[in-house]
């Protein structure tokens, strides 16, 4: 089996008030109607909107991001904010208010949530949302109340102005949720940012294609037309999810897992890069899904540890969210007491892809081949999607453009 491990991934959104969020697991009733179908494709066109603004801010460096989490940090956040910042955070999530009302989207976020933990056995997730609020903050008991029904929260106060000792804390608390996945500190101990949300998902699956650790070798992976580094790259020899997409310039692999996840690998054709993504949507994903056909392939994947951290307000605000990060928020719904904005938006996010628990496929007969097996080699800048194909959920987008 292949192993993918894909590590934590966090969300911290700054204001000027703290609290926390806990993995809810909610034994209470679920709706039978499926509601996670209905976010499935405001979710998924957000992820591509976020992940488009992200690598155009930075194309020469690896992206990675969790859509859904981020998509599950601002829809809570929405239930502390007011008027217009409300309506703006949820709009710009993708939702028309017209049609769906605030108690069915955060009745939806809470039935993915519940889905996404509880779905599965074959995969371990854990996710959550954190705020951290100042402790002489009076917090609203309507909004404690709300978090922690849809999303599992409950609100943990901090000492704002011993802030080197509250950054520890904080450091700890994720540390403790994603244990022994991250060692470094997450919140700068002489740089204050409270309040702070934190969203953090972690995964980790194994994939059906077979693979032999054995037969991992090192070969070039050209970065760009003047930079090439040696990398340790997997080899899969094995039928295969293919497509060498005869509308765009790529190839693509599909993945699967032995439980509800789906990873795609889409290697653009040379200098087509910003082609391919500029075309990633909902019909593009439909269509190669439709389109994959198996066929015997030589594959070879780089070892991957990619992570990084994003300032996400930039991007948020060109996406049109941009009211909490200014005089004119309304985050009433948390606080009657103080006039909070949201100062900073930082996503970290960290992937890791090797053969941990690689484990040679079962011989099965022989196959006889009318020719020789094609080869997909992974050498050069690349996208990495991992998707739940039980909701619909965009769990990871990925760029891949130095794989060291």
């Keep these: 089996t292949m192993s993918l491990a894909l590590y934590t991934c966090l969300l911290w959104l700054s204001t000027s008030g703290l609290w926390t ?12 109607k499926s509601p996670h179908r209905d976010l499935a494709p405001i979710n998924t066109d957000f992820a591509f909107s976020l992940y488009k603004h992200l690598v155009a801010s930075a194309p020469d460096r690896n992206t990675f991001i969790s859509p ?63 705020l951290f609020l100042d402790h002489s903050l009076e917090l609203l008991n309507s909004f404690l109340e709300d ?86 790259m997997i080899f899969q020899s094995s039928s ?7 509308e765009l310039p790529c190839q693509v692999v599909q993945l699967d ?9 889409v290697l653009p054709n040379l200098g087509q890069m910003d082609t391919v993504i500029a075309a990633l949507s909902r019909d593009m994903m439909k269509r190669w899904s439709m389109s994959l056909a198996r066929s015997q392939v030589h594959l070879y994947i780089p070892k991957v540890s990619i992570s990084g951290t994003y300032d996400l307000r930039g991007v948020l605000e060109d996406m049109g969210i941009e009211d909490m990060f200014t005089n004119r928020a309304n985050f009433s719904g948390i606080s009657h007491a103080e006039q909070l904005k949201v100062s900073k938006v930082i996503h ?43 909701t619909w959920s965009s769990l990871f987008l990925g760029k891949v453009v130095n794989p060291t």
């Design 21 to 32: 969020i806990q993995a809810e697991d909610p034994n209470a009733a679920i709706s039978t």
């Design 68 to 130: 859904v989490s981020i998509s599950i940090a601002l829809a809570m956040l929405s239930l502390g904010a007011g008027g217009h910042t409300r309506a703006q955070l949820l709009q710009g999530l993708g939702f028309n208010l017209t049609e769906t009302s605030e108690g069915e989207i955060h009745q939806s976020f809470r039935h993915l949530q519940h889905l996404l933990r509880e779905s599965d056995t074959g995969l371990e997730i854990t996710m959550g949302s954190t």
């Design 147 to 232: 978090i922690k029904h849809y999303y599992g929260s409950e609100d943990l106060s901090v000492d704002s102005q011993e802030w080197a000792g509250t950054s520890r804390q904080i450091n700890k608390y994720i540390k403790n949720k994603t244990p022994g996945k991250t060692a470094d500190a997450f919140l700068d101990p002489d740089r204050p940012a409270i309040p702070a949300l934190v969203s953090y998902i972690f995964a980790k699956g194994t994939w059906t294609q077979p693979s032999n650790p054995e037969r991992t070798v090192e070969k070039n992976f050209y970065v760009n037309e003047t930079t090439t580094v040696k990398v340790p």
């Design 240 to 246: 295969i999810k293919h497509l060498l997409d005869p």
């Design 257 to 265: 897992h032995s439980g509800n996840q789906t990873i795609f690998f």
């Design 348 to 390: 970290k996010a960290m992937l890791h892809l090797d053969e941990e628990d690689m484990k040679p496929a079962a011989t099965k007969g022989t196959l006889e081949l009318e020719s020789e097996p094609l080869t997909i080699n992974f050498n050069r800048p690349f996208l990495v999607m991992v998707f739940d194909h039980f």
